[in-house]
């Protein structure tokens, strides 16, 4: 399974960006899909996890809000549409199947993770 995040981009605190991550086969069958993300000089951390039918989320308390979750298991796509940016979501971001089917913030419940995409948020 490969993944590969797009929409990244510079934005100014208060903007809106959409992330997409299309996968290389289906993975949408009973898969959580999930967003993490890493600041320079900071531990990868969780953003956001939706159930495999899409049924159920989970957000970190951070985004909570102001990001939103879903998936296409047709398109075997994940989004996450991100408003009200801060300075502090400036990351790579990253998309990641977990070996779940629940909705989990749990790094070690996901197998496997696309390449990031940056995101600068200007103050």
């Known amino acids: 399974v490969q993944l590969q995040a797009s929409g990244g981009g510079l934005v100014q605190a208060g903007g809106s960006l959409r992330l997409s991550c299309a996968a290389s086969?289906?993975?949408?069958?009973?898969?959580?899909l999930g967003w993490f993300r890493q600041a320079p000089g900071r531990e990868r951390e969780f953003v956001a996890s939706?159930?495999?039918?899409?049924?159920?989320?989970v957000y970190a308390d951070s985004v909570k809000g102001r990001f939103t979750i879903s998936r296409d298991n047709v398109k075997d796509t994940v989004y996450l549409q991100m408003g009200s940016l801060k300075p502090e979501d400036t990351a790579v971001y990253y998309c990641?199947?977990?070996?779940?089917?629940?909705?989990?913030?749990?790094?070690?419940?996901?197998?496997?993770w696309g390449r990031g995409t940056l995101v600068t948020v200007s103050s």
């Open positions: 086969k289906r993975t949408g069958s009973n898969n959580a």
């Open positions: 939706i159930s495999w039918r899409g049924q159920s989320t």
């Open positions: 990641a199947v977990s070996g779940y089917s629940m909705a989990t913030s749990r790094l070690e419940s996901y197998n496997y």
